[in-house]
Nanobody, 124 residues
Framework: DVQLQASGGGLVQAGGYVRLSCAASGFTFDDYAIGWFRQAPGKDREGVICVSRRDGTTYYADSVKGRFTISTDNAKNQMYLQMNSLKPEDTAVYYC?????????????????WGQGTEVTVSS
């Protein structure tokens, strides 16, 4: 079974940074597109970042470009979301996920798989 579990959230001041971790099992990062999405209270889910294993392209939401980056440790089957220069509008529950249909070309992930999220609260 594919499983993902995000961790590392918490309360951070605006302008600060946080690094989220995601433990994945049941697949390898070469199998699917992977990334992160978030959901703020009362808002729709928003794709944040997605990496294609098909062509190596990365999708970034406009709101996080230049501030968020994704990395992986394939040996540990872990992925990370480095979030810098945080803003109050980044407050949300963050989820890591995987997409079986890797279209590449810098497209956002569709997320067939995701796990329990981790909450990030950015205070002003």
């Amino acid at each position: 079974d594919v499983q993902l579990q995000a961790s590392g959230g918490g309360l951070v001041q605006a302008g600060g940074y946080v690094r989220l971790s995601c433990a994945a099992s049941g697949f390898t990062f070469d199998d699917y597109a992977i990334g992160w999405f978030r959901q703020a209270p009362g808002k729709d889910r928003e794709g944040v970042i997605c990496v294609s294993r098909r062509d190596g392209t990365t999708y970034y939401a406009d709101s996080v470009k230049g501030r968020f980056t994704i990395s992986t440790d394939n040996a540990k089957n872990q992925m990370y979301l480095q979030m810098n220069s945080l803003k109050p509008e980044d407050t949300a529950v963050y989820y890591c996920g995987a997409d079986r249909y890797d279209y590449g070309l810098g497209s956002n992930c569709g997320y067939d798989y995701w796990g329990q999220g981790t909450e990030v609260t950015v205070s002003s």
